[in-house]
């Protein structure tokens, strides 16, 4: 099983500011890593899938880097709707798997 | 525009049969290459694959449930469902039902969710 592990766990940040969220795979994925977000009390929404590529509808603040192992959620200029959890996932074998999860707090 | 929606008992007595449905609308569960697939979320933690069907009837489970969990389809009722018996207070969770898109060119991710149902075992 590929385990991702994310941090940090949680981060509360200043609206405006850069959010940097890490995914590390227990072993190679190539580019088989998707971000999701999951604001309170409803269902993960995709933000970026294949590692950086661009979701339809998605505000352009969101971007993603990485490949292997390492894996970069950016949130340039965070804004008051961006709280919520966010969470790494792999396709590249089963079973899927996700990461613990980071809580981005608005100060 | 797909929509999922999952329905059963809110409340289920320990060491019975969890049993949910997922019921698919805006689009034919059967066409496409479409996965359909169940995951949980204890409150307050993350996000656990359970398991997945393809309209073949083909499915794949977690090995972590894999000896508790049945997944089948109907595809007469454009329906999917959740078993998951022996259940313990460790099972309590909201339980999603979600599309897996398996397209080549287009990727393989989680691209449509249901809204999620509570299922909370207690005696």
């Known amino acids: 099983e590929i385990v991702l592990t994310q941090s940090p766990d949680f981060q509360s940040v200043t609206p405006k500011e850069k959010v940097t969220i890490t995914c590390r795979a227990s072993q190679s994925i190539g580019s088989s890593l998707h971000w999701y977000q999951q604001k309170p009390d409803q269902s993960p929404k995709l933000l970026i899938k294949?590692?950086?590529q661009s979701i339809s509808g998605v505000p352009s603040r969101f971007s993603g880097s990485g490949s292997g192992t390492d894996f970069t959620l950016t949130i340039n200029g965070l804004e008051a709707e961006d709280a919520a959890a966010y969470y790494c996932?792999?396709?590249?074998?089963?079973?899927?798997?996700f990461g613990g999860g980071t809580k981005v707090e608005i100060k | 525009q797909v929509q999922l929606q999952e329905s059963g008992p809110g409340l289920v007595r320990p060491s019975e049969t969890l049993s949910l449905t997922c019921t698919v609308s805006g689009g034919s569960i059967s066409s496409g290459s479409y996965y359909w697939s169940w995951i949980r979320q204890p409150a307050g933690k993350g996000l656990e694959w359970i398991g997945r069907?393809?309209?073949?009837?083909?499915?794949n489970y977690n090995p972590s449930l894999k000896s508790r969990v049945t997944i089948s389809v109907d595809t007469s009722k454009n329906q999917f469902s959740l078993k998951l018996n022996s259940v313990t207070a460790a099972d309590t969770a909201v339980y999603y039902c979600a599309r897996w898109i398996a397209v080549a060119g287009t990727g393989y991710y989680f691209d449509y969710w249901g809204q999620g149902t509570l299922v909370t075992v207690s005696s």
């Open positions: 069907i393809y309209t073949s009837g083909s499915t």
């Open positions: 996932h792999q396709s590249s074998s089963l079973p899927l798997t």
């Open positions: 294949y590692a950086s």
